[in-house]
């Protein structure tokens, strides 16, 4: 994303991101969370040295998705992983990237570039040797950036159809983060879905001004619920959490959030960097890894984004001709015969929720 993903202004203050780092380097602790580590890259291995840096915690669901990818690598003993993640939008950035690069030396770091574009691409310049792979919504820049980002419009379009084949109101709510191109994507795709099978569908879209303001996002969502939503799909953290207190169905975002209520959430419109992930690392291991637009690894059809599986637990149910209706249009677009349309415009009658 251009901007992209769940994410706050400035997380830490510079003393405290510091001692992150230093931990990190050390192999313990890192934004409060705990290293992932494996053999040292002094140690005579085979395996790659992964470096994630996330400029929000990991908590957040878009770094969250990178982060478990690597990790599900690292655990299946393919490389070495470590992180550093709460790096903040204030500077951190470009000091936690040059550390890293410069005194630990792997082989390949992801992270998310949208917020400190220009940084992490300075840094990436300085380090030709190192893989930089990074979430952006700009072009990738040789010899050694690549860039990705979560095209999960495809899902969005189905749970669109779920969300509109069970309101009773005719009104869904929808909160996302900021309306960049990455996200209004996902919310145009989901609006599609919801009047694909519904034109009489009313959008309460609201935009909270922060990758990762839960409280903002669910009264973001409450407000919406006021105004007749009866639905509501949780673009941003603490969406859910609304829905819940509202007994009302919900979608979640990038992970199956079923766990976050179980009697809400009716699927999630996940994405699945593996695909991603894996491509690089075979790039970076056969020595042909060059900067690069990954897009096409998130896409719907090839392994990158999916439905979660509904959860007919949900009060209130969900209709089996719905479901099958909805599996058949994911049939289609498996195949190719259904394309998603992509339209990263501002939604029409969306709102910015400043302050």
Not at 146 to 166: C, E, Q, R, S, T
Not at 190 to 206: E, L, Y
Request: glycine residues 10%; aromatic residues 8%.
């Amino acid at each position: 994303m251009s901007s992209a993903k769940w994410r706050q202004s400035a997380f830490v203050a510079l003393a405290v991101a510091a001692l992150a780092f230093s931990a990190a380097a050390c192999g313990g602790k890192t934004g409060g969370e705990e290293a992932q580590t494996a053999p040292s890259s002094g140690t005579t291995t085979e395996k790659l040295l992964v470096y994630g840096a996330f400029a929000t915690p990991i908590e957040e669901p878009w770094d969250g998705v990178i982060h478990a990818a690597l990790q599900q690598s690292a655990d299946a003993g393919e490389i070495t992983y470590k992180h550093v993640d709460n790096i903040g939008y204030s500077g951190g950035m470009e000091r936690t990237l040059r550390n890293i690069a410069q005194n630990q030396k792997p082989d390949v770091i992801f992270g998310d570039a949208f917020g400190n574009e220009a940084a992490v691409r300075k840094v990436a310049k300085d380090f030709p040797d190192v893989a930089f792979v990074f979430g952006s919504g700009e072009k990738e820049q040789a010899p050694n950036f690549a860039v990705f980002d979560n095209w999960i419009h495809d899902p969005a379009y189905l749970a669109g159809m779920l969300a509109a084949g069970v309101t009773k109101t005719n009104v869904i709510g929808v909160v996302g983060g900021y309306p960049v191109p990455e996200v209004n994507r996902i919310v145009n795709g989901f609006i599609a879905g919801a009047q694909s099978v519904n034109d009489k569908i009313t959008m309460k879209v609201s935009f909270i001004n922060s990758w990762f303001d839960p409280a903002k996002a669910k009264q973001a969502a409450l407000a919406q619920v006021s105004a007749g939503a009866d639905v509501l799909f949780a673009e941003r953290a603490g969406v859910i959490a609304a829905a819940k207190e509202k007994g009302l169905r919900s979608v979640g975002a990038m992970a199956d959030q079923k766990s976050e209520g179980p009697e809400s959430v009716m699927t999630s419109v996940m994405w699945n960097m593996q695909p991603t992930v894996a491509a690089v690392l075979k790039q970076v291991r056969d020595k042909t890894f060059k900067e690069a637009n990954l897009a096409e690894y998130s896409f719907l059809k090839n392994g990158g984004s999916s439905l979660a599986p509904f959860n007919t637990a949900v009060k209130g149910g969900i209709p089996a001709d719905l479901i099958t209706t909805v599996e058949a249009k994911e049939k289609e677009m498996q195949s190719g015969a259904f394309t998603t349309p992509v339209d990263e415009n501002t939604p029409a009658g969306s709102v910015t929720i400043k302050g």
